[in-house]
């Protein structure tokens, strides 16, 4: 289990997730991950890439296949509630 509180169900996140967030350690994780994956995962764009966790189960000990590498629209798109919706009709129309 995660050693942070992610958010609550008003989607507010903890103090110390953030913290982490901001932290070296978080920021070594992420420059590791971008090493390792160049490219967004879900299009192929080398533009405005970041970091989605896949859970955060092991938040602050993360394991690299925990983290996926997402440009900045894919991962907009993963955290609302209409690029769900979208991404939903895309699969069917697929």
Known sequence: MSRF?????DGKR?????EYISSPAWYWKRHEKLKLV???ERCGSQ???EIHHRTYERLGD???E??????????FREHSCIGSLIDSVLKRLA
């Open 5 to 9: 509180n992610v958010g609550s169900t």
């Open 14 to 18: 903890s103090r110390k997730y953030l």
């Open 38 to 40: 160049t490219s967004c």
């Open 47 to 49: 533009e405005q890439l």
């Open 62 to 64: 993360e394991r690299m």
């Open 66 to 75: 925990d983290l996926e590498v997402c440009c900045n629209p894919c991962h």
